[in-house]
């Protein structure tokens, strides 16, 4: 590196002498693991090098093999700028660099692409962010607790104890495995844990939940913040149930119109399948989705290699392909459109009603497409902290995640029996409706509080009753008042809601594990002791003069053509 740094790579390569591109995964989970490194990463090395690719694995600044201390993110723009060099100048090299892998590999891309390497002719970022404050490490202002320990405890703790000198390693070690064999102590802890018995580990934790607000912390490292300075195609891969589609979304969407040349613009791609974080298949949650889902029949490497053909050999179709593919839930098949959210969609609010009393599945609560009376009575709860709504299923990333244990679309009976979820539900569907795009929630909300949060679900019931959830997002807020509209983010779907399904929304104030939870007072959550957790009393309004509604992008079923 720039500072004399030494990181370490492995490199797969034809056994020929001729030039070749080069493909580069720059990672912090140990380039020797082949479940992390080919596995999870997309690309089959092998494949790739018969088809006449090298291949370049390298660990992180401060990971495994690599020298230096691991700041995440704060040194991938350069480090990846100068393996990018590196990799160009090698004797086999060919002078053009591809970059590919997901997640944190996804964040090593764009961040390297922030430096404009001129041999970085193309980057393939799959399930990864836009930025690591919002969708990354706090959500709607609430830190994603269930993601932030938990992807520090199982991914990085455990090599960093390995770093320090032998006399420390073992109480550490000890103290990491006893957190991993009960991770939900650890995310029950109050005040929320700091991990001080691993602080001399993760020290960046701390500093993460130090800095509450979007501040220059989080824009320095933020790829979001200098789209202009990427002049790079990319190959956007997402899934529905990922807990960073969002940022996914907005690279895709933001390059296509802020890249630094027309040539990246041109070239921006985006694939959404009904994923979670790191299960690919083609059942998540309570869903088989067929047999057309999973990563193995879209046959990932294939994908990559013809990206890569293109943009670092010059060769493939003259037609590029599709800008937009997705997985259609509830249809179950792949649709091919020209733009994120594809064309014709609009708007339709949903709005909430009831006779007061919509506590719970069994209670009054009502969707519908009709505008709400002068006269509706509203809905209220009790939002006790100390007895949180349990997160269950959603775009989540918990104990169980290489399965998908506690991820996607999972039924919500258990969690809608509460009488702290206030529950609307439409009639039967006449017919089939496409929800394609962005679903927000707009509440007319007050509570007993100062500072609370509010939470948000679209769930999809089925004819046999099961709840199955779509999407979901949470808000914090100061002084809610029913005059000013609270709109909660419920994130981007892609489902069609079969004839006979019904249209649900939960309201809530708590996702727990998930996300932590507000203790209703002015003391900083992230600070607050049992003692500060009290019950507030939550009042959502649904009159003319307060609406609350849902916000569905409604696409026409005559457009949803597709494979």
Not at 81 to 110: E, H, I, K, R
Not at 329 to 347: C, F, H, K, L, S
Not at 374 to 384: A, G, N, Q, R, W
């Amino acid at each position: 590196m720039r500072d004399g740094t030494v990181l370490s790579a492995d490199v797969w390569r034809p056994a020929g002498g001729e030039d070749c591109p080069v493909l580069l995964q720059r990672l912090p989970y140990d380039r020797t693991d082949p479940s992390v490194a080919v596995a999870q990463a997309g690309l089959d090395p092998l494949r790739a090098v018969d088809a006449g690719y090298a291949v370049v694995i390298q660990d992180c600044r401060g990971r495994f093999g690599s020298e230096g201390r691991f700041e995440p993110f704060s040194n991938e723009a350069r480090d990846g700028a100068d393996t990018v060099a590196w990799c160009a100048a090698l004797p086999f090299s060919s002078g053009a660099v591809g970059m590919y892998g997901q997640s944190y590999f996804g964040a090593t891309q764009l961040l390297a692409a922030t430096e404009r390497p001129p041999a970085l002719r193309a980057i393939a970022p799959a399930l990864t962010g836009s930025e690591y404050f919002e969708g990354w490490t706090y959500r709607g202002g609430v830190l994603e607790l269930g993601f932030v320990l938990f992807w520090t405890l199982f991914s990085l703790a455990g090599a960093e104890i390995e770093r320090l000198p032998n006399g420390t390693q073992a109480s550490l070690r000890e103290a990491l495995d006893r957190r991993l064999a009960d991770p939900w102590s650890t995310f029950a802890a109050l005040p929320v844990d700091r991990l001080d018995d691993l602080a001399p580990v993760v020290p960046f934790v701390a500093e993460w939940l130090s800095h509450a607000d979007r501040d220059e912390f989080w824009r320095a490292i933020a790829p979001n913040e200098r789209y202009g300075a990427i002049a790079t195609p990319a190959l956007h891969i997402g899934g529905w149930f990922d807990p960073f589609l969002s940022g996914t979304l907005e690279n895709f969407a933001r390059l296509r119109r802020e890249a630094g040349d027309a040539r990246a613009r041109d070239n921006q791609r985006l694939v959404i399948g009904p994923w979670s974080h790191a299960c690919l298949g083609d059942t998540i949650g309570d869903r088989y989705f067929g047999p057309t889902a999973s990563q193995a029949a879209t046959d990932w490497t294939a994908l990559h290699l013809s990206w890569f053909d293109r943009h670092l050999r010059g060769v493939g179709p003259a037609d590029a392909g599709p800008v937009v593919r997705f997985f259609l839930m509830g249809a179950d098949r792949w649709v091919d459109a020209g733009a994120w959210p594809p064309e014709g969609t609009r708007v339709e609010r949903w709005f909430l009603h009831g006779r007061g009393a919509a506590n719970s599945r069994h209670g009054d609560g009502v969707l519908s497409r009709d505008a709400c009376d002068l006269d509706e009575p509203v809905d209220s709860f009790t939002y006790d902290p100390a007895d949180p709504v349990p997160t269950a299923g959603g775009a989540t990333f918990l104990p169980g995640i290489f399965v998908a244990a506690q991820a996607g679309p999972r039924d919500q009976r258990h969690v809608e029996d509460r009488r702290d979820v206030l529950v609307y539900t439409s009639e039967p569907l006449a017919g089939d409706l496409d929800v394609v795009g962005a679903v927000r929630v707009t509440l007319a909300a007050s509570s007993s509080s100062q500072e609370t949060d509010f939470s948000a679900k679209l769930v999809d019931v089925h004819p046999d009753g099961r709840a199955l959830l779509v999407c979901d997002g949470i808000r914090a807020v100061v002084a809610p008042d029913p005059g000013q509209a609270l709109e909660v983010d419920l994130g981007a779907t892609a489902i069609r809601f079969l004839a006979g399904h019904r249209i649900r929304l939960e309201v809530s104030s708590s996702n727990f594990p998930r996300f932590a939870r507000h203790p209703n007072t002015t003391v900083p959550r992230l600070q607050a002791s049992p003692a500060e957790m009290v019950p507030a009393l939550q009042h959502v309004h649904h009159d003319a003069e307060h609406p609350s509604f849902l916000s569905l992008p409604v696409w026409p079923s005559a457009a949803a053509g597709g494979a």
